[in-house]
């Protein structure tokens, strides 16, 4: 297999969540010959993360290629990057595109162009890539095909696409079936017209073989045996094994000078070491230990640096602290300050849509990222490494205008819901000072409504969103802009029950207990003083005893000793305990349980700091 440029491609796979962009690489895979025939292969292959794998979505970009040999018998190589399709992995997409020439904008034949699909669409056209439009799931029984081609032709014009890049080509596929056609009633065949179409309308690398070597880092990792890994687009020259480079930052200041060490390329899944790598490769580097994200790697002659794609700021901070609960390590074996703070840099470090900063206590630290998304998945991966956080209530990055004024970030809402839910869900937005920028019906029953809502407002909303419409309604959120600062809005309304004491929780205290509320834990359950065991049915926070237990006397009452019947507890996910707790609570994670818990443990201190907050 030639190198050269002319039998090369580099191309990015963009689309919305569960559009089928990942199911679609499968296929590619399949029908290349990257597996044999017998070979066993998961599926969506390349969602390797066992996060991905669970919650159906992309999160990490990963590059990876396939070998097509055209009707004239060459042989392309197609480097693909699969590119996470939600609004909080943002920071990945947008480092990638300046690896690829060229784009596949995947969207459901049902759904259409979506937020994201806005988002990174945006990004491709300002970079001049040129997209291939693949309708997918084009067998679904409520298609609809030509509006959808509509939205995407309007949704190019409102991006300011060139008239090169309205001329797009059109594919109708089934990632799941393994077909794309030209023909939109067709329903068999092969993925032969889609490699066709991207050998025949993506660019060769229209890149420099002879000059010096320069290459842009777009992503990073790490591994245990060669150090710092870091992934992008050879820009320039011709890089070898142990050849001498140095790194430039985004001002072409050098930070750093070594040898490559290690040259590998992408083949299929897999990353095979190489000796030498040319203009147009995506590749991965070892050999440099300071070197990140957006730093240009060259020969030691170049002093002008490739510029770096900018990348939108964090807007969402979390606190994350050491577990300090009296059940403090009893289930993880992380738990430490210095534990946690080097397992945050280090994730900083390779993601760079991620900020922490260390406060002065040494004990808790403040990590900023894209939303409550991003950050769940962070605390997630955390606890399954064996981490024990205790992790504050989300809140957003406040701004200042010119003039001087409070600004906060706002995020573009697009809701998609049975026509009956319309108003309840409109009434909600309103609540949380949202302003409704269109309205209009969607097909089947549905309405599509489009938000521009303060971030601020939209913390924990998502569980109510899904009650409100029987699980029926689709919320999509990207980040618009930095607007003017919206003042109060009204948070949650119901306060909480709170464990007086510690003990095991028992049916006789809990039963009166369910007249009171919702119980969030069960019988048997362990407990401690500040810890919160359900929801109160009144605004105001309760103290109660779930340890209680019956008094033993010498008299036995009829129909008085009756079982008691308990409603199973109320548990909840990561993600909707962040997203319910208050400025004074915490999660408390830790590898097999997440609770809830006041800040303050002890009722004086939870006095004396309300007061202190009043006065």
Known sequence: MSSRPNALRNVAIIAHVDHGKTTLVDQLFRQSGTFRENQRVEERAMDSNDLEKERGITILAKPTSVEWAGPDGTVTRINIVDTPGHADFGGEVE??????????????????????????????????????????????????????????????????????QLDFPVLYASGRNGYANTDPNKREGTLTPLFETIVNHVPPPALDVDAPFTFLVTLLDRDNFLGRILTGRVTSGTLKINQPIHALDMDGKVIETGR????????????????????????????????????????????????????????????????????????????????????????????????????????????????????????????????????SRPRVLFGTDEAGNRTEPYEIVVIDVDDEYTGTVVDKMNIRKAEMTDMRPSGGGKTRITFSAPSRGLIGYHGEFLSDTRGTGIMNRLFEKYGPHKGTIEGRKNGVLISNGAGEANAYALGPLEARGVLMVGVGEVLYEGMIIGENAKPEDLEVNPMKSKALTNFRASGKDDTVRLTPPWKMTLEQAIAYIDDDELVEVTPKTIRLRKRWLDSNDRKRNSRSKAA
């Open 95 to 164: 480092r990638i595109l300046s690896m690829v020439d060229g784009v596949v904008l995947l969207v459901d034949s049902s759904e259409g162009a979506m937020p994201q699909t806005k988002f990174v669409t945006g990004k491709a056209l300002a970079l001049g890539l040129r997209p291939i439009v693949v309708v997918n799931k084009v067998d679904r029984p409520d298609e609809r095909i030509q509006e959808v081609l509509d939205e995407v032709f309007d949704l190019f014009v409102s991006l300011d696409a060139t008239d090169e």
């Open 260 to 391: 490559a060490s290690k040259i590998m390329a992408f083949r299929g899944l897999e990353r095979v070491p190489v000796d030498e790598a040319r203009a147009g490769d995506i590749i991965s580097l070892a050999g440099l230990t300071v070197a990140t994200v957006s730093n240009t790697i060259a020969e030691t002659s170049v002093t002008t640096p490739i510029q770096a794609q900018p990348i939108d700021p964090p807007t969402l901070s979390m606190r994350f602290a050491v577990n300090d609960s009296p059940m403090a390590g009893r289930e993880g074996d992380k738990v430490t300050s210095r534990m946690i703070r080097d397992r945050l840099f280090r994730e900083a470090e390779s993601n760079v849509a991620i900020k922490v900063t260390e406060s002065d206590d040494k004990d808790s630290f403040e990590v900023a990222g894209r939303g409550e998304l991003q950050l769940g998945v962070l605390i997630e991966t955390m606890r399954r490494e064996g981490f024990e956080l205790g992790i």
